[in-house]
C-alpha cells in the first residue's frame, strides 16, 4: 500500500499564495504520473494538474494556467503544487494521486490513479 499525506492547506485571503505538499510513502510502486486535484462544496471533483515523471511534462486546468505550478522532489518523494494569485473559486479540499499510466493516458483523469491522500483544505476568503 502507498499512503499520500497532503499538507500546506490554510486560509488565505485573494491574492496569496500557497504551497500544498504530498509525501508518498509505503511499498514499492512505480508511478510514472502524478497529479492534484480538487472538489469544491457542491461540486464534482476536478483535475488541477499533472506532472509525468518521464520528461517532467506538466498539464495544467485552464482555469490555474499561469497561477498554479506542480513540480515534485524525486529525491524526497514529495509532490507539490505551489498556488498563486488564489481566488475564492479556488476554496476546496485539494487531493494528490500518482499512478501509473500509459503515454495514451490522459493525467486529467481520475481513473487513471492509483492511490491517493486524504486531501488538505483551502480556503481562500474574498
Known amino acids: 500500500q502507498v499512503q499520500l499525506v497532503e499538507s500546506g492547506g490554510g486560509l488565505v485571503q485573494a491574492g496569496g499564495s500557497l504551497r500544498l505538499s504530498c509525501a508518498a510513502s509505503?511499498?514499492?510502486?512505480?508511478?510514472?504520473?502524478s497529479g492534484w486535484f480538487r472538489r469544491a462544496p457542491g461540486k464534482e471533483r476536478e483535475f488541477v494538474a499533472a506532472?509525468?515523471?518521464?520528461?517532467?511534462?506538466?498539464d495544467y486546468a485552464d482555469f490555474v494556467k499561469g497561477r498554479f505550478t506542480i513540480s515534485r522532489d524525486a529525491a524526497k518523494n514529495t509532490l507539490f503544487l505551489q498556488m498563486n494569485g488564489l481566488k475564492p473559486d479556488d476554496t476546496a479540499v485539494y487531493y494528490c494521486?500518482?499512478?501509473?499510466?500509459?503515454?495514451?493516458?490522459?493525467?486529467?483523469?481520475?481513473?487513471?490513479?492509483?492511490?491517493w491522500g486524504q486531501g488538505t483544505q483551502v480556503t481562500v476568503s474574498s
Open positions: 506532472i509525468r515523471w518521464l520528461g517532467g511534462s506538466s
Open positions: 509505503g511499498r514499492t510502486f512505480n508511478p510514472n504520473a
Open positions: 494521486a500518482v499512478g501509473r499510466m500509459a503515454p495514451f493516458q490522459s493525467t486529467q483523469l481520475p481513473q487513471f490513479y492509483d492511490y
